[in-house]
């Protein structure tokens, strides 16, 4: 709006050293995803909220994703005792069906349940298996007594990291409390969550 010519040649130099600086990041960010070193770290305080899995993943599910490898070791039927239950890997396979991604086929490796839980959980997820399928996506299911690691992978390059798996958020605080149904109102336990890029993906 100002008739300033000096000011507007400034204003115009400025505008253009900030998006030269842009594109710069832009094409360093680039760099580092294709030499496969790029990090990110994003740290989930104490009771904090507005991180569900839809905040979390939206921006790393891109059109292209079909493939996706889930690995962790609690993914469980629903007991406190669980770390993760199989209603979180419920929910995180909601969101891949809603898309803007198409997936076709899930891999999820994780450990059976141990005592009597197991044929529940086996149970289970057979059941989010079948569900799956009616949307065209194929679950496949593999058990490892000896997997640590929880880590979510896609076959666009990006890998994120989560030190406590999907099963990051708390208890809510009664069936009609806020935060039941919404999970970014839902207060979270402590956790780091690790985003890496990778131009290959391993197969389990």
């Known amino acids: 709006a100002t008739k300033d010519e ?13 998006m030269t600086r842009a594109e710069d990041i832009k094409k360093h960010i680039e760099k ?5 070193k790029y990090h990110k770290q994003i740290r989930i305080e104490e009771n904090a909220t507005g991180f569900g899995y ?19 070791p609690y993914i469980r039927h629903v007991h406190q005792a669980s770390r993760c239950s199989l209603y979180n890997f419920l929910r995180f396979c ?9 997936v076709k086929t899930i891999h999820l490796l994780t450990s059976y349940d ?3 839980g197991r044929s529940q959980q086996i149970s289970g997820l057979e059941e989010i298996q079948q569900s799956l399928r009616n949307y065209g996506v194929t679950l496949n299911i ?7 690691d929880r880590e979510i992978r896609f076959n666009n390059g990006w890998m994120i990291k989560i030190g406590r798996g999907l099963d990051y958020f708390k208890k809510p605080q009664g069936r009609f409390s806020i935060g039941y149904c919404d999970f ?8 780091t969550v690790d985003v890496f890029h990778t131009k290959h993906t391993k197969k389990m």
């Open 6 to 18: 000096a000011k507007k040649h400034r204003y115009r130099q400025k505008i253009s050293e900030y």
């Open 32 to 36: 580092e995803k294709q030499d496969g």
């Open 54 to 72: 839809e905040k979390l993943f939206q921006e790393y599910l891109s059109e292209i994703v079909s493939e996706v490898w889930v690995e962790d």
């Open 94 to 102: 909601e969101l891949l069906v809603k898309g803007p991604c198409k």
């Open 114 to 116: 141990e005592g009597s």
């Open 142 to 148: 593999a058990f490892s007594s000896s997997i640590h």
């Open 184 to 191: 970014d109102l839902r207060p979270c336990h402590e956790t």
